[in-house]
T-cell receptor, first 119, second 110 residues
Framework: GAVVSQHPSWVICKSGTSVKIECRSLDFQATTMFWYRQFPKQSLMLMATSNEGSKATYEQGVEKDKFLINHASLTLSTLTVTSAHPEDSSFYIC???????????????FGPGTRLTVL | GQNIDQPTEMTATEGAIVQINCTYQTSGFNGLFWYQQHAGEAPTFLSYNVLDGLEEKGRFSSFLSRSKGYSYLLLKELQMKDSASYLCAVSLDSNYQLIWGAGTKLIIKP
């Protein structure tokens, strides 16, 4: 159980285009989803926290108009990188938290990640 | 500010034991996680500590001392597949966000 999927697993796009990444919790309901970015040989950087039905909370330095997050249901969140540039090339990873109140701690389950390359 | 420190890289021999340390200074504390991340893949959960002491799970154990702001991950009977980065992350009190360390790259040699 507790499987999170991401689609696509990799994408190559031209500079100036927009790219949408989907994050789905397959067998549980996620109250909260997190979006991370990871550059080579660096740790995870939290971009935003997304709660179902409400606006995402962005970390300092992350442009909300560039990285659009929609958390439309308890099983789906999307990240849209608008007007992508080469510096946006990175590994984007989502994670989801379990809704079940019986769950004893706030473990995050990670998706497999999406590698974005902007030419 | 929030700060989590771990060694950048460690090397160990197959079959041996290795201890990866993590120290933290954070504004809140709601538990400490260890994750394993292979190159090009997402992190996978290894352990969680919220109370002081040792948590053992097979070949992996994790220890926490809240008063010292210190944790370690102990890996026994090392296998080549254990070559990966090990990430220490602290959960703050209220919003379940994780503050991540930079990760320790563990290299296993035959």
């Amino acid at each position: 159980g507790a499987v999170v999927s991401q689609h696509p697993s990799w994408v190559i796009c031209k500079s100036g285009t927009s790219v949408k990444i989907e994050c789905r919790s397959l067998d549980f309901q996620a109250t909260t989803m997190f979006w991370y970015r990871q550059f080579p040989k660096q740790s995870l950087m939290l971009m935003a926290t997304s709660n179902e039905g409400s606006k995402a909370t962005y970390e300092q330095g992350v442009e909300k108009d560039k990285f659009l997050i929609n958390h439309a249901s308890l099983t789906l969140s999307t990240l849209t990188v608008t007007s992508a540039h080469p510096e946006d090339s990175s590994f984007y990873i989502c994670s989801a938290r379990w809704l079940d109140s019986s769950f004893s701690y706030n473990e995050q389950f990670f998706g497999p990640g999406t590698r974005l390359t902007v030419l | 500010g929030q700060n989590i420190d771990q060694p950048t890289e460690m090397t160990a021999t197959e079959g041996a034991i290795v201890q990866i340390n993590c120290t933290y200074q954070t504004s809140g504390f709601n538990g400490l996680f260890w994750y394993q991340q292979h190159a090009g893949e997402a992190p996978t959960f290894l352990s969680y500590n919220v109370l002081d002491g040792l948590e053992e799970k097979g070949r992996f154990s994790s220890f926490l001392s809240r008063s010292k702001g210190y944790s370690y991950l102990l890996l026994k009977e090392l296998q080549m597949k254990d070559s990966a980065s090990y990430l220490c992350a602290v959960s703050l009190d209220s919003n379940y966000q994780l503050i991540w360390g930079a990760g320790t790259k563990l290299i296993i040699k035959p």
